[in-house]
């Protein structure tokens, strides 16, 4: 048997006015778009916003459906949306807020399993990893790269 040991590297802000300015303009989006979020049955808005390597800022938000399945998370809005139109640029970083009826929930945001996987996926496809920014009341954080997300995530090379 062999034990290892995984770490994942954060970092934590206290307030939106500690980040570097280019991650509070990009936080700021994502607050921005959720609010065009379409959330009649859970109330929970989400926004997300991504900086591209050619500086565009691509929004996305959350779109429920009746049949929750249907429905897509914010993230994967943006990441496809930025994907599609924007094919042959990477994506630099991705800020995620959400907010209920109390406003910005207080812990940060974070993408569910599959925007998770999406985000891998994306850093794959462009050999760049993403800045990922989770916006919270209590705090924000940071983090340099999905595999500090998902570290046993299931990449291209895996269907070798």
Avoid: H, W
């Amino acid at each position: 048997m062999r034990r290892k040991e995984l770490r994942i590297k954060v970092c934590e802000y206290d307030a939106l006015e500690e980040l570097p300015e280019s991650d509070q303009k990009l936080l700021l989006a994502a607050r921005k778009a959720s609010n065009n979020a379409y959330a009649p049955y859970s109330k929970f808005c989400v926004g997300a916003a991504l900086l591209l390597e050619n500086g565009e800022i691509i929004a996305g938000s959350n779109q429920e459906n009746a049949d929750f399945t249907d429905g897509l998370c914010a993230e994967r809005v943006a990441l496809f949306y930025a994907n599609s139109t924007y094919p042959d640029k990477a994506v630099k970083a991705i800020a995620v807020t959400a907010k209920n009826a109390n406003g910005i929930v207080e812990f940060p945001a974070q993408p569910c399993g599959s925007c998770r996987q999406v985000l891998v996926e994306t850093e794959v496809r462009y050999s760049k990893q993403i800045r990922i920014i989770m916006d919270g009341q209590k705090y924000i954080q940071v983090l340099d790269g999905a595999d500090n997300l998902l570290p046993f995530a299931f990449k291209p090379s895996d269907l070798e």
